[in-house]
């Protein structure tokens, strides 16, 4: 098992995620204040979780678990938060098509 990524890295792909979802799909997505090390949620126009579930390994890489993803798991991976600062181009936001 990976190790997971501490807070700072966490919470730094997840604002990354959140700022891509909103221009994305024009919607309210925030970062659920239940993150940790590692993993956070994201709500969308208020409802709680509705935005998706990502882990975030000590390696920078970012995956997606919500429900549409379980039958292509090699799916989940969107990117990697030290390319958070690139072009998006480098990471794989159409896979988060499914999410909204």
Request: charged letters at 25%.
């Amino acid at each position: 098992m990976k190790k997971p990524a501490n807070l700072e890295m966490t919470l730094k792909a997840a604002m990354f995620i959140v700022g891509v979802m909103n221009e994305k799909y024009g919607e309210n997505f925030e970062v659920n204040p239940n993150i940790e090390e590692g993993s956070f949620d994201l709500d969308m126009n208020g409802e709680e979780y509705d935005g998706g579930s990502y882990t975030v390994d000590g390696d920078g890489t970012i995956m997606i678990w919500s429900i549409g993803y379980m039958k292509a798991p090699e799916n989940r991976i969107v990117g990697n938060v030290n390319e958070c600062n690139e072009t998006k181009t480098n990471m794989a936001f159409d896979r988060l098509d499914t999410v909204a």
